[in-house]
């Protein structure tokens, strides 16, 4: 079996150049061996008909220990952004049986029903840090209102206190970095997350409510142990503040560049569902899915991915395939529902916050704009400066102007 050239994926590849790259990758062929800054081989499958059908393919794993060869997959190495897939047990690295288990334990609290029961809490904590960016003539709004009010929700949600979650927040950015997760800092990270995890879930809960409340009975049931009530929480601070905040950040900077024509939008709750899904196409905050595993080759389209590979879908491409989409590169918020984008995967690893997520952004989207139609970039929107990562590209700051001056 022949190896196709692999191509090299370099740090600005992740930042700036980071759509210009994806694109050449799609363009290249539908599955493509890259090489990452590490020097770890990845599988990235990179159009829609091709990534659609891998997230539901059972031979693409997502817990590593079905790989028996020791040379495969991370073959012992720590690499940038490999926690959500070596640490812990929970729904990221399980499957079949065990992935609905785990999975059970913690989806109720995020159906379309449960999250919308907590629509007036989001418009209360949206509303108030509002006020905070009001306060000021210029600010960053990634650290004054896109990053917090994801951090508050979430934090609410999993029942969290308040003034935990700056620390909780800021502990999860530091684990989603660059730096090799063996360094002795993020092991030290890792370490203090998990202490305030063990606090967290061996208090009594003041909530009944709440994820942790649940985790508690589940641990107590024997549904889950307390090491997998441990690592779905902290599954969830990773997942339901970087991306949502991510989503907030970006659609905030496209609605200041295209105002008159997307702002309108916002007035009605269909409009404003619309318009996030939309731009949650255009840009996936997860450009790749987290990591999966292929125990056997696997014939993907013409090529065949090995036995051992680590194997990632790029969202970011394949919702812009202009194979499955038209003028895919454009933003059509009044764009048909088929298909549909691979934004938050497909299959039994479809993202359990989805529901939540949308709302947050919606809500956040339309709490800023009311109370601040004037808001602006301060710098133009292709200059923003984006920490350049495969699973968690964040915006690192996005300073605005909160009205106009004459």
Request: aromatic residues 4%; negative net charge.
């Amino acid at each position: 079996m022949s190896c196709p050239e692999s191509l090299p994926l370099e740090p600005a590849d992740l930042d700036a150049q980071a759509e210009a790259a994806f694109r050449a990758l799609r363009e290249h062929d539908a599955v493509v061996p890259v090489d990452l800054p590490e020097g770890l081989r990845v599988w990235v499958i990179t159009r829609y008909q091709e990534g659609r059908k891998a997230l539901t393919d059972p031979r693409f794993v997502k817990d590593m220990h079905c790989l028996q060869d020791p040379s495969h997959g991370f073959a012992g190495q720590r690499y940038a952004e490999d926690i959500l897939a070596v640490e812990g047990r929970h729904v990221l690295t399980s499957d079949g049986a065990e992935h609905s288990r785990l999975r059970s334990a913690v989806a109720p609290y995020f159906t379309a029903q449960a999250s919308a029961g907590h629509e007036a809490e989001i418009r209360q904590i949206a509303a108030a840090l509002t006020e905070k960016v009001a306060a000021q003539e210029r600010v960053d709004l990634m650290s004054t209102y896109a990053q917090p009010l994801p951090e508050l929700v979430i934090g609410r949600i999993l029942g969290v206190p308040d003034d935990t979650m700056p620390m909780i927040g800021r502990l999860n950015r530091q684990l989603s970095s660059r730096d090799n997760p063996a360094t002795a800092p993020m092991r030290g990270a890792y370490s203090d997350l998990v202490d305030l995890v063990r606090d967290l879930t061996a208090r009594p809960a003041t909530d009944s409510r709440t994820v942790i409340s649940g985790l508690q009975k589940a641990v107590a049931r024997g549904d889950l142990s307390r090491r997998e009530a441990a690592s779905t929480l902290m599954l969830l601070f990773a997942a339901g503040i970087s991306t949502t905040a991510t989503g907030l950040g970006h659609a905030a900077a496209t609605l200041m560049c295209t105002q008159a024509v997307l702002r309108p939008l916002l007035g009605s709750t269909d409009g404003a569902a619309s318009l996030v899904n939309e731009i949650l196409r255009h840009h996936p905050p997860l450009p790749f899915t987290s990591w999966r595993f292929a125990p056997l080759d696997v014939p993907v389209g013409s090529t065949t991915i090995p036995a051992g590979s680590l194997v990632l879908i790029l969202l970011a491409s394949a919702n812009r395939d202009p194979a499955a989409f038209p003028a895919a590169d454009e933003l059509v918020p009044d764009r048909q529902a088929t298909p549909a984008p691979l934004t938050f995967g497909r299959g039994p690893h479809y993202c359990i916050g989805v529901h939540l997520a949308r709302l947050e952004i919606s809500i956040g989207l339309q709490t800023l704009f009311e109370r601040l139609p004037d808001l602006q970039l301060i710098n133009p929107h292709e200059h923003t400066i984006w920490r350049g990562l495969l699973l968690d590209r964040t915006i690192t700051s996005l300073p605005v102007i909160t009205q106009t001056i004459p």
